[in-house]
């Protein structure tokens, strides 16, 4: 089972930043694409930032020029580098994983799509 452990949310205030990590857990021998997905109170959850295990990003455009994804594919961890933060980007965070490959007992098998439980990022006015 593939777990996924997001740290790094919190409290900050109008135009700070916050950097989220998070750390796939398992005998891993790959993943595909690493992202972070966000869900604000009453609303559906968006895709905020993609990376491929290759390094190729994709952003949502509100979050474009203000946030940073990286990953470190020996350490099975994304990041997520958050600048020039607004009250709009308060939401629970959300790690995924896409098309990871991870040994059982059979050898390996890959698991499509993984979420972390999330953290919490409140940003005050």
């Known amino acids: 089972q593939v777990q996924l452990l997001e740290s790094g949310g919190g409290l900050v205030q109008a135009g700070g930043s916050l950097r989220l990590s998070c750390t796939a857990s398992g005998t891993i021998f790959s993943i595909n694409a690493m992202g972070w997905y966000r869900q604000a109170p009453g609303k559906q959850r968006e895709l905020v930032a993609t990376?491929?295990?290759?390094?190729?990003?994709g952003y949502a455009d509100f979050v474009k020029g203000r946030f940073t994804i990286s990953r470190d594919n020996a350490k099975n961890t994304v990041y997520l580098e958050m600048n020039r933060l607004t009250p709009e980007d308060t939401a629970v965070y959300y790690c995924?994983?896409?098309?990871?490959?991870?040994?059982?007992?059979?050898?390996?098998?890959?698991?499509?799509?993984?979420w972390g439980r999330g953290t919490q990022v409140t940003v005050s006015s």
């Open positions: 990376v491929t295990s290759g390094g190729t990003t």
């Open positions: 995924n994983a896409k098309g990871v490959r991870i040994a059982d007992s059979r050898g390996f098998r890959v698991d499509a799509d993984n």
